[in-house]
């Protein structure tokens, strides 16, 4: 299936109105308890198929977004209930927030991650965003420039454990769930081939000094990332603050006990994802 092309048009042509605009308003107020997303998920629900595959553009987590829902749960997430969208892990990166940050996000898909942290960081803070998936890279770098955020820049490429090409899975049901790995039956229809590098050939064609946090969620391809990282990259760009993806059935090895190796203590399990610290 051959993805949709993306609506660019100025911000502000699809604002949502009427039915969908309350609908929205109910679920970003219901709470986080169990009947509270219980009326959430419902209304939700009500409100995709009322979309038709539309976009929407909304404020999100304290930045404006153009949000494609209709096949990516992320999205989806960021228009109808963003304070359901990794409360825990958003919560602890502010928490730990300086105003000169140096932030990776990879897999950073349309951008939740990234335009939270330029929104709550400083004009001296240095965000990358990688995301290799030409459709979603589009809708990351429109997210971007909407804002006018100078402290981001996107890079169109895989990270992986070599540079060079590699083959992407696509899940045409959820493009968030894409992977270098086939990580369930929708993956096995579509693929692409897209250019990858190393994490430490990225940090170091930026020329970073450290990193103070990091983010990454490539739906099981974690330990291609980080093993090979940890092997070459200087203690210097270790992370201080590592969020990754919580998916040990799909790793090749052990990746939470090689973060232990490496001196890495684990703050939280979320669900999702696990949140690691080191000293």
């Known amino acids: 299936m051959k993805p949709a092309a993306n609506d660019l048009t100025s911000f502000g042509q699809f604002r949502p109105r009427g039915l969908v605009a309350r609908l929205i308003a109910l679920t970003r107020r219901s709470s986080n308890g169990w009947l509270g997303k219980r009326r959430a998920f419902l209304l939700r629900s009500l409100g995709l198929k009322m979309l038709h595959g539309r976009p929407m553009d909304v404020e999100s987590l304290g930045t404006r977004m153009r949000l494609f829902p209709a096949r990516n749960n992320s999205e989806k997430k960021l228009l109808f209930t963003p304070q359901y969208f990794d409360e825990d892990e958003r919560a602890y990166l502010l928490a730990n927030m300086r105003d000169d940050i140096v932030f990776v996000d990879i897999g950073a898909d349309v951008g939740g991650y990234c335009l939270f942290v330029a929104a709550h960081a400083g004009p001296r803070a ?6 290799p998936q030409p459709d979603i890279f589009e809708r990351l770098i429109y997210n971007i420039r909407v804002n006018a955020f100078s402290t981001i ?15 992407l899975f696509v899940n045409p049901m959820n493009s968030g769930e894409t992977s270098m790995r086939i990580v369930n039956a929708h993956a096995r ?24 946090a990091m983010k990454i969620d490539v739906e099981g391809a974690e330990d291609l990332i980080v093993e090979p990282f940890f092997e070459h990259a200087p203690p210097a760009l270790w992370p201080t603050v590592l969020i990754v993806e919580d998916a040990p059935a799909r790793w090749g090895i052990d990746l939470e ?10 703050v939280r399990r979320t669900g999702t994802n696990l949140i690691y610290r080191r000293p």
């Open 126 to 131: 240095r965000i990358l965003a990688i995301e």
């Open 153 to 167: 820049k996107a890079i169109a490429c895989a990270v992986a454990d070599r540079t060079g090409p590699v083959t």
């Open 189 to 212: 229809g579509r693929h692409i081939e897209v250019q990858a590098k190393s994490l430490l050939s990225l940090l170091a064609d930026e020329a970073f000094d450290r990193v103070d």
């Open 257 to 266: 006990a090689l973060l232990r190796q490496r001196g890495y203590g684990l």
